[in-house]
């Protein structure tokens, strides 16, 4: 069965304290693996696609990494303002590319 | 920059009651998803349609529920009659390319 597992479930750093989030998926075929922001009650912000391991993208203090069995999100120096839940999801190898998604981690950042 | 919209951003009803949930997708995208998620659960898929037709469907989106793109611009996920488990929050989705982009989501409250 096509699973994403996120870890941790939640997430407390200081303003400036780096680390990481962990997707862990077993999607057949996958076609591509997403991270998404979620801000409480609003809908899933896109940040990346990956479809190849070795795969990396940027965009400001956010890296996300991918491998043939596991993605990661690296926060380098986050602020208050990167607070919100993270999502992980594979794409479903079928024509219509559902997505299977992962619970997600809350992150807080704290100032 | 283009967005989905979805209307209404909260919507409660009766059990029983019919529903009707209302997406504007991104402009040239060709491909519609619903998707819920249910308050600490993951987000699930319920449905893809493309081409004027349900492309996929999930064990979730039984024959209370109906989709439906009426014109150029909108489209919509009507439930027949609503039972509690039904409540949570409702995302509409489009793609063109690879990525799908979200709206803010509809909060259905089914009492």
């Known amino acids: 069965e096509d699973q994403v597992t996120q870890s941790p479930e939640a997430l407390r750093l200081q303003e400036g304290e780096s680390s990481s989030l962990n997707c862990s998926y077993t999607?057949?075929?996958?076609?591509?693996l997403f991270w998404y922001r979620q801000d409480p009650g609003k809908g899933p912000e896109f940040l990346f696609t990956?479809?190849?391991?070795?795969e990396e993208k940027e965009k400001e203090r956010l890296k996300a990494t991918l491998t043939k069995k596991e993605s990661f999100l690296h926060i380098t120096a986050p602020k208050p303002e990167d607070s919100a839940t993270y999502l992980c999801?594979?794409?479903?190898?079928?024509?219509?590319?559902?997505?299977?998604w992962g619970l997600g981690t809350s992150l807080a950042v704290n100032p | 920059e283009p967005e989905v919209t979805q209307t209404p951003s909260h919507q409660v009803t009766q059990m029983g009651q019919e529903v009707i949930l209302r997406c504007v997708p991104i402009?040239?995208?060709?491909?519609f998803y619903w998707y819920r998620q249910i308050l600490g659960q993951k987000v699930e898929f319920l449905v893809s349609?493309?081409?004027?037709?349900?492309?996929?469907k999930s064990e979730i989106f039984d024959d209370q529920f109906s989709v439906e793109r009426p014109d150029g611009s909108n489209f919509t996920l009507k439930i027949r009659s609503t039972k509690l488990e039904d409540s949570a929050m409702y995302f509409c989705?489009?793609?063109?390319?690879?990525?799908?982009?979200f709206g803010p989501g509809t909060r259905l409250l089914v009492l």
């Open positions: 999801a594979g794409g479903d190898a079928g024509n219509n590319r559902k997505l299977i």
């Open positions: 999607v057949s075929g996958l076609r591509g």
């Open positions: 349609f493309y081409n004027n037709e349900i492309s996929e």
């Open positions: 402009s040239n995208h060709l491909y």
């Open positions: 989705a489009s793609r063109a390319q690879e990525t799908q982009y």
């Open positions: 990956l479809y190849s391991a070795g």
